[in-house]
C-alpha cells in the first residue's frame, strides 16, 4: 500500500466514524488504524476539566471507548460494546491525551480489546478493558 493510499484509508475510517457525534465533538480524532488496532487523541481544553481542574473521567473514558469503537469496527462487521471497566491510573500532565486499543481476542460472536490512554507526555492516564459483542459474524 502507497503512502497516499493509506491516507485515503484513513481518511475514510474517519469519515466513517464523524458520525460518532460524542466523540468527534468532544475532539476525538482518529489518527492510526491497523487491523485489531486504533490510535485515537483528544487535545484538551477547559471543557475536558473537572471542578478541581483535573481532566474529567468521562472524557478519559470517552477517548478509550471512542478507539475502541474505530479498532473493533474500521474493518469488520459491527460490533458494539458489551462491558468496559477502566481504571484511572494518574493525572494528565500535558495538552493532549493519545488512546491506543488492542485486540486481544476476538471470536465468533465476541471481542476483547485492551484500551492504554496516556498523554503527549507519556504519563500513564487510565487502562481500560472491553468486551464486545459482534452484531454482523454468523
Given at each position: 500500500?502507497?503512502?497516499?493510499?493509506?491516507?485515503?484509508?484513513?481518511?475514510?475510517?474517519?469519515?466513517?466514524?464523524?458520525?460518532?457525534?460524542?466523540?468527534?465533538v468532544n475532539g476525538a480524532v482518529i489518527e492510526e488504524v491497523a487491523e485489531?488496532?486504533?490510535?485515537?487523541?483528544?487535545?484538551?481544553?477547559?471543557?475536558?476539566?473537572?471542578?478541581?481542574?483535573a481532566v474529567?473521567?468521562?472524557?478519559?473514558?470517552?477517548?478509550?471507548?471512542?478507539?475502541?469503537?474505530?479498532a473493533s469496527n474500521w474493518n469488520q462487521a459491527a460490533s458494539v460494546s458489551l462491558s468496559a471497566s477502566i481504571s484511572f491510573l494518574g493525572g494528565a500532565k500535558g495538552g493532549k491525551l493519545i488512546a491506543e486499543a488492542v485486540k486481544v481476542k476476538a471470536g465468533r460472536k465476541?471481542?476483547?480489546?485492551?484500551?492504554?490512554v496516556c498523554d503527549e507526555l507519556g504519563s500513564q492516564v487510565?487502562?481500560?478493558?472491553?468486551?464486545?459483542?459482534c452484531l454482523d459474524k454468523t
Open positions: 500500500m502507497t503512502t497516499d493510499e493509506a491516507a485515503l484509508t484513513l481518511e475514510e475510517v474517519r469519515e466513517r466514524f464523524s458520525n460518532d457525534r460524542f466523540a468527534t485489531g488496532y486504533a490510535k485515537c487523541s483528544m487535545i484538551l481544553n477547559e471543557t475536558h476539566r473537572n471542578a478541581l481542574g474529567m473521567g468521562g472524557a478519559i473514558f470517552t477517548l478509550a471507548d471512542f478507539a475502541f469503537a474505530v465476541t471481542c476483547y480489546y485492551e484500551v492504554t487510565a487502562h481500560m478493558t472491553s468486551n464486545g459483542y
